[in-house]
């Protein structure tokens, strides 16, 4: 990769809102087709330019993927494991295994030049009150309301448009997912 990454240090201690970190989310990957054998690639880009803010190759798989990047120059290869859990309606979700606590997570945080939960990380939302769970959903069938079935793209918009917006309905998706899987290990079940 041509330049690499480059990430604050952070001070130790420092709890970051996990907002402002760089996340991969399962479902996204899953969506993306990337969860399966081959060599994909993941971007982050400015949400207002769109232009590419880092990126990260990812070899595919179904048990599991491996993140290459680099950050200041260091190459570094990141392993992390797919569980599945099945659906009370038939089917499976993907998690990720933290590779640090294999705590079953939605998404990893980049931080410190490595990938883990947002518990391993001392990551904290902005707020995570049962109110702030709730905005999620609201602020998701707005943006749902946006596009067409199945998060499809209305006629008339921007291709971007729908990729913003999307990338608007994973970040809620993965709140939610985090702070339910939390919930669950709180009252003792693994999901
Ligand atoms: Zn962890």
Request: with cysteine; charged share 30%; hydrophobic share 35%.
């Amino acid at each position: 990769m041509k330049g690499g990454m480059r990430f604050g240090a952070g001070r130790p201690g420092w709890h970051m809102k996990a907002e402002h970190c760089r996340r991969i989310d399962v479902h996204r990957f899953k969506r993306e087709g990337m969860l399966r054998p081959g060599s994909w690639g993941w971007s982050w880009r400015d949400s207002e330019t769109g232009k590419v803010l880092a990126s990260i190759g990812v070899i595919g798989g179904h048990d599991r993927i491996t993140l290459e990047y680099s950050v200041g120059g260091t190459p570094i290869t990141e392993h992390i494991n797919i569980t599945r859990t099945a659906c009370a309606y038939g089917g499976s979700r993907p998690w990720f295994n933290c590779p640090k606590c294999w705590d079953r997570v939605a998404v990893l945080y980049l931080r410190q030049s490595r990938f883990a939960c947002r518990k391993c990380q001392r990551l904290v939302y902005a707020s995570q009150s049962e109110d702030a769970l709730g905005r999620t959903w609201r602020k998701q069938s707005k943006l749902e309301a946006r596009l067409g079935e199945n998060w499809s793209r209305p006629k008339g918009m921007h291709r971007k448009t729908r990729e913003r917006i999307l990338e608007a309905i994973w970040e809620c998706e993965g709140i939610r997912d985090d702070a339910l899987a939390e919930f669950a290990a709180r009252l003792g079940f693994r999901l």
